[in-house]
């Protein structure tokens, strides 16, 4: 294998420069470098290099091309698809009571040393009973799902069983509950004598808060991250979207239902002042297709929110809706309606709460940290106790 043909392969670029390119750049390299070498000096005379440097040189030229070629592919890939830019017009309802939600988060503004969420994570499922073959009911399975975090590793503080600084942890109730779906399905999960999810063969629900992801990365950022999230409604629309696009590099088709269903993970589950939960109300505002609805949580709450609506082949169309209380621009519930299901739900009728959440405690404190996490967490050696 020749010099240049190593030095190439050692450089390659994201986005290789087209076989024309390269010739050409070689090309140029030895004529310039022949060139040189005929070209009588008009003073002293210096003697060429050995044969051995003159290719050195000729190597290091086209490594350094290739890297610029290199360079140039990669900013390429990595640059910026979306910029901050003025919001769409906050004329229609779902904008007034996002905005109204945005003022009132403004007003309950709060901090802390710690971020608390607990959370009741619920799925409704078609299953089969164990018992009578052929029998199908439909219940709804729900947990408890807990995080604790600080700002910094350091804020946090170590815990016996981990290896290294966290700045949180996440944790979830000791339980799957299984609940009948309707008063039919009571019935026969009766009839069966009241089977648990264990019984049942499940392993507990699916969070999924929407949309089904065909398009966009999951918003996994750091806490370094968490940081640098601005509290800018435009800047803020723009960071989330570049964050859902830095992998494949592809503008997403619908980005505003993305926006929408990413709204929960800002809301609820990441440590951000509550300066960014007031400008992702503001974002939210400025987003097409957004409906104000009067919905009810898998509790039985009512509550007023916002909503958008997703179709796909395997799941039909399915409403994703947020839930508000508009006193405390807390985000209280989250929950994907199906309204006409599709082939991987068709066993779900439509009206049917597919996937929810109910938001019980989302919240900055200043309780001591151990207080707050169960003890089989903060203490090894510790046993539940024996019935």
Not at 136 to 145: E, G, P, W
Not at 237 to 247: M, P, S
Not at 257 to 268: K, Q
Request: hydrophobic letters at 35%.
């Amino acid at each position: 294998m020749d010099d240049l043909t190593l030095i190439s392969r050692m450089h390659t670029a994201e986005r290789p420069p087209s076989p024309e390119t390269t010739h050409a750049a070689r090309r140029r390299l030895l004529a310039e470098a022949a060139g040189t070498a005929a070209t009588p000096a008009r003073r002293r005379r210096v003697a060429p290099l050995p044969r051995s440097k003159r290719t050195i040189t000729l190597v290091a030229a086209t490594a350094c091309v290739l890297a610029g070629v290199s360079w140039t592919g990669y900013r390429w890939e990595t640059r910026p698809l979306y910029h901050p830019e003025p919001l769409a017009d906050m004329n229609g309802p779902a904008s007034t009571f996002l905005l109204a939600a945005a003022d009132a988060k403004t007003r309950h503004a709060s901090d802390g040393r710690f971020w608390y969420v607990h959370r009741v994570v619920g799925e409704t499922v078609v299953t089969s009973s164990p018992y009578h073959p052929g029998v199908h009911y439909t219940v709804q399975l729900t947990k408890d799902a807990y995080s604790l975090a600080a700002k910094s590793a350091k804020e946090f503080g170590t815990l016996p069983r981990d290896k290294g600084p966290l700045t949180g942890t996440e944790w979830d109730g000791p339980n799957v509950d299984v609940r009948p779906a309707t008063p039919a399905d009571a019935k026969a999960w009766d009839a069966d004598l009241r089977p648990g999810a264990q019984d049942l063969r499940l392993t507990g629900p699916d969070e999924e808060r929407g949309p089904f992801k065909q398009e966009g990365a999951e918003l996994d950022f750091d806490s370094r991250d968490e940081r640098r999230l601005p509290a800018n409604p435009s800047e803020l629309r723009a960071w989330i979207l570049n964050y859902a696009t830095k992998f494949d590099h592809q503008r997403l088709r619908n980005p505003d239902l993305y926006l929408f269903t990413a709204a929960p993970i800002l809301l609820v589950d990441r440590v951000l002042t509550d300066r960014v939960r007031i400008a992702t109300y503001r974002m939210l505002a400025g987003l097409h297709d957004v409906k104000t609805i009067n919905g009810t949580d898998a509790a039985g709450h009512p509550g007023r929110g916002v909503a958008m609506r997703q179709t796909t082949r395997d799941y039909g169309t399915i409403e994703w809706q947020l839930l508000i209380d508009p006193e405390t621009g807390r985000l209280t519930a989250s929950q994907g309606i199906v309204v006409t299901p599709g082939r991987k739900n068709s066993g779900l009728h439509p009206g049917t709460r597919q996937y929810f959440e109910i938001v019980k405690t989302a919240e900055w404190t200043n309780a001591p940290r151990d207080s707050l996490l169960p003890k089989d967490i903060t203490d090894p050696n510790w046993q539940p106790p024996v019935n």
